[in-house]
Nanobody, 124 residues
Framework: QVQLVESGGGLVQPGGSLRLTCTAS????????IGWFRQTPGHEREGVSC????????VYADSVKGRFTISRNNTKNTVYLQMAKLKPEDTAVYYC?????????????????WGQGTQVTVSS
């Protein structure tokens, strides 16, 4: 069974940076599209960034473009979300997710496997 373990969340002041890490139980991430999503209470999960293995394309939410970067290290079987210039509105639970069907887009229904989530709080 695919398992995803996330780490790197925490409390940071506005303007600060965090790097979220997601480690997968698979040998390689090459068979999956990968994504980062976030959710606040009472709201649906929002696609933050997705990386489409099939063509190498990336998708970013408009709210994070220029500030967040998604990447992966296949050797370490990890996925990263580097977050910079964080804002209070970035506060949310962040989830790593995998899409075994390698669909295009960056929406929750496309993704089948999910991590437990890690809290990111941006506050002064």
């Amino acid at each position: 069974q695919v398992q995803l373990v996330e780490s790197g969340g925490g409390l940071v002041q506005p303007g600060g940076s965090l790097r979220l890490t997601c480690t997968a139980s698979e040998f390689s991430l090459d068979h999956y599209h990968i994504g980062w999503f976030r959710q606040t209470p009472g709201h649906e999960r929002e696609g933050v960034s997705c990386l489409h293995t099939r063509d190498g394309s990336t998708v970013y939410a408009d709210s994070v473009k220029g500030r967040f970067t998604i990447s992966r290290n296949n050797t370490k079987n990890t996925v990263y979300l580097q977050m910079a210039k964080l804002k209070p509105e970035d506060t949310a639970v962040y989830y790593c997710a995998l899409d075994p069907h390698q669909s295009f887009g960056c929406t929750s229904p496309e993704y089948e496997y999910w991590g437990q989530g890690t809290q990111v709080t941006v506050s002064s």
